[in-house]
């Protein structure tokens, strides 16, 4: 069955980078689009960032030059770099899959992963 799980998050300061990684299993993801979301206490889950099978890429406007998001076919694994963090992106970060042929990177994803804890003090 298809799994993911998230790594790499962590407690840093404002300033600070981290770089989540998404470990996906069960089948060839080289077709998916593969995204990132994240959910604050108190606050909806919200998309964060998406990249295609095509490698076209979507990011929120608050993540805008900060974060960068990656794919490596090879190893069914993709990526968030974030870079210059913010308290304001403290959240549970989710990585999440579905086919690249449904199109709106921004919703209706198949496959999600447990998360991963992320925290930015100030």
């Known amino acids: 069955q298809v799994q993911l799980v998230e790594s790499g998050g962590g407690l840093v300061q404002a300033g600070d980078s981290l770089r989540l990684s998404c470990a996906a299993s069960?089948?060839?993801?080289?077709?998916?689009?593969m995204g990132w979301f994240r959910q604050a206490p108190g606050k909806e889950r919200e998309f964060v960032a998406a990249?295609?099978?095509?490698?076209?890429?979507y990011y929120v406007d608050s993540v805008k030059g900060r974060f960068t998001i990656s794919r490596d076919n090879a190893k069914n694994t993709f990526y968030l770099q974030m870079n210059s963090l913010k308290p304001e992106d403290t959240a549970v970060y989710y990585c999440?899959?579905?086919?690249?042929?449904?199109?709106?990177?921004?919703?209706?994803?198949?496959?999600w992963g447990q998360g991963t804890q992320v925290t930015v003090s100030s």
């Open positions: 069960g089948r060839t993801f080289s077709t998916y689009t």
């Open positions: 990249i295609t099978w095509s490698g076209s890429i």
């Open positions: 999440a899959v579905k086919p690249s042929w449904r199109g709106d990177c921004l919703k209706e994803y198949d496959y």
